[in-house]
């Protein structure tokens, strides 16, 4: 009798804690309807526009916005804040990768900025109002908003121009805390999660970041946030709560960043979306990929 009640008790322990991981995991279920008319138009994005390190279409430039909107790619790019709350399409945090320039992008102001050029190319760092411009609704966006620690001026700046643009986007983010101020300030626009394996980076295995890097990787902080989608990793798609999301609650996924046509088959079974560099698809750019999940690996 022991035995039983103690086979009980731990099998309610179990069932329990299964569904407070399932209901922590979820994406947005109600309004989700509504939003389904904004789902990923097309298979591919443009990594930081089509875009080649070296030439004169450097990374999240404006010939590499353009290029891609030429060619009929969806683009993901990245946005964060001036000092002067401008916000400017720009990947680092820091200015001497893609610039030669000591300090950060939110240490400048725009005029500052203005004044250095990419990768030595003749680029500017540009505005996302140029790109918006150049882009004009023509393909899909997928936004990237880089935010360190608590400051999201970039979501406030940005949404100033994106509510009055026409074309279709929707916002990513690796940051919590921007997913839960578009759900509180802008719960139509279409939000997703970036994650990664990152208990497989070292710099995450500190004592101060494994917890964070852990509830990021599990996806365990959209029981706050609920995503409509998650942008992954491909090389972890097999991670645990990213399968259930999309087998059991049938979400989104996008599989980041995916750089050749043998990575894009390793990929394809498992994702909706794929944010792609360094090559170029073989299908057309703006192939539907609703219904795609009849091609779905049965172990996804």
């Known amino acids: ?43 591919y ?11 004169p279409h450097p990374e999240n430039s404006l010939p590499a916005i353009r290029r891609a909107v030429e060619a009929g790619y969806g683009i993901e790019f990245d946005i ?19 610039c030669g320039q000591k300090g950060r992008v939110i240490d400048y102001t725009l005029e500052e900025l203005e004044k250095f050029r990419l990768l030595d190319c003749g680029e500017k760092i540009p505005t996302l109002k140029e790109v ?35 074309g279709e986007y929707c916002i990513e983010s690796f940051n919590p805390l ?9 719960p139509d626009v279409m939000r997703g999660q ?17 917890a964070p890097g852990l509830f990021l990787q599990f996806l365990a902080t959209n029981f706050v946030t609920r995503p409509d989608f998650v942008a992954y990793n491909f090389h972890y798609q097999g991670n645990l709560s990213r399968r259930l999301w999309r087998r059991l609650f049938r979400g989104k996924s996008a599989a980041w960043t995916v750089r050749s046509e043998e990575e894009l088959k390793k990929a394809r079974p498992h994702f909706d979306a794929y944010i792609f560099d360094s090559f170029i698809p073989p299908e057309f750019p703006g192939k539907k990929i609703h219904g795609s999940r009849k091609n779905e690996d049965p172990a996804d």
């Open 194 to 210: 970036l994650s990664d394996g990152f208990i497989h980076q070292k710099e995450f295995r500190t004592p101060s970041k494994l």
């Open 178 to 186: 921007v997913l839960l101020w578009y759900r509180k300030n802008r």
């Open 45 to 55: 994005y443009a990594h930081r526009g089509l875009h080649q390190n070296g030439t």
């Open 80 to 98: 964060q804040v001036t000092k002067d709350g401008v916000p400017v399409v720009f990947h680092d945090f820091t200015l001497w990768r893609m």
């Open 1 to 43: 009798m022991k035995i039983n009640e103690k086979g009980k008790s731990l099998a309610m322990k179990a069932a329990v804690v299964s569904a407070v991981y399932l209901y922590a995991i979820m994406p947005r279920m109600l309004s989700r309807k509504k939003l389904e008319k904004r789902d990923f138009r097309a298979h």
């Open 132 to 166: 918006l411009r150049v882009v004009d609704g023509k393909v899909p966006l997928i936004i990237e908003m880089k935010v360190e620690y608590m400051d999201l001026r970039v979501c406030r700046a940005a949404n100033q121009l994106l509510r009055e643009y026409q």
